[in-house]
């Protein structure tokens, strides 16, 4: 019996320590591979959460980059702020640029646009426009942009229903991973945080889009205008503008598609408010015609889709510089 109980517990401890040396190595090749890191809570509601500061983050899934945030835990050079804001940059993912190299983000090639104009990005995963904006006020209190307020959208086909949530500042999107034992283990065991994000991406697979798959989208120009006059509102005595990114669609036969649905009513909206209004749906398709480049995708994902790479990053900023140049004589 006693031989019985030593094996048993010689063979468990073996198991965890083989376990344990086996994470060990997981890990370390997910630092390399996919590093992500955890979110945290923004306490000033400039967004509704951001990274660890300095946190430290590698993708090689889709694009290639090696980065660390801002002490504020967001994508910027450190001590960005020390010269104020005057361009405030809000969007999602595509703007947030962890997938292609530091400098080639949007908010990093303005700069180089823009030279004699600090330009800080609060951009992060999964704010889409309805997000940004129930925040804008709270990240204008913030940072205290002293020019512009740049929000970038995937959309401008939106949903009276999800502008009437961002006008009471509700948000039906719920975050639990800010606390407790599983976000200790997430944050100190990158292979757990791999498995449990891909996780997570499977099971929100269908929330994916700004606009709900199964929703059938309506949109009132009386509710529109109603969000775009708060957008007016919150940015106080700074300029807003909304620069439109379009999803596009390569199709078998090499022409390309861009969805551009709703359009013409959110830049006739944008004009009566105050707020200038970039479309780069004509600088993605002339890129496209005259250079078969496309402003999305990598080497290692598939053609034309997931994040701005860095020609539609490029797009963006000259087009944005342009505008504000205009704007400024």
Request: net charge negative; aromatic share 10%; hydrophobic share 35%.
């Given at each position: ?143 205290e942009p002293s020019k512009y ?89 700074c300029t807003p503008i909304i620069?439109f990114s379009p999803n596009i ?81």
């Open positions: 019996m006693k031989n019985l109980i030593k094996n048993g517990i010689k063979s468990l401890t073996t198991l965890i320590i083989s376990g344990m040396f086996s994470l060990a190595i997981l890990s370390l090749f997910v630092l390399v591979y996919e590093h992500i890191g955890v979110f945290a809570p923004n306490p000033s509601g400039a967004t509704d959460y951001k990274w660890a500061p300095h946190q430290l983050m590698t993708t090689m899934t889709e694009g290639f980059a090696w980065m660390q945030f801002d002490e504020n835990g967001f994508n910027n050079p450190n001590n960005s702020l020390n010269k104020g804001v005057d361009i405030l940059f809000m969007g999602n993912s595509h703007i947030e640029g962890t997938h292609i190299a530091k400098s080639e983000n949007a908010a990093a090639q303005l700069r180089n646009y823009l030279p004699d104009l600090s330009v800080y990005n609060i951009g992060i995963s999964s704010h889409t426009i309805y997000k940004n904006v129930r925040n804008l006020e709270n990240a204008v209190a913030e940072y307020v740049i929000i970038q959208t995937s959309t401008c086909e939106l949903s009276d229903s999800l502008i009437e949530e961002a006008l009471r500042g509700y948000s039906s999107e719920k975050n639990t991973f800010y606390s407790g034992f599983p976000l200790y283990i997430r944050k100190y065991c990158p292979a757990v945080k791999s498995i449990y994000r891909n996780i997570q991406l499977w099971q929100n697979a269908e929330n994916e889009s700004e606009t709900p798959k199964n929703e059938t989208v309506t949109l009132s120009r009386e509710a529109l205008d109603l969000f775009l006059k708060k957008v007016k509102t919150d940015c106080d005595n620069v669609t390569l199709n078998e036969n090499g022409t390309l598609d861009i969805s551009r649905n709703g359009v013409e009513m959110f830049d006739a909206a944008c004009k009566e408010n105050g707020i200038l209004f970039v479309d780069l749906s004509n600088d993605f398709e002339q890129i496209y015609n005259n250079n078969k480049i496309l402003p999305y995708g990598f080497a290692n994902t598939g053609v034309g889709s997931g994040h701005l790479n860095k020609y539609g990053c490029k797009l963006m900023a000259e087009r944005l510089a342009e505008a504000i140049k205009e704007d400024q004589k």
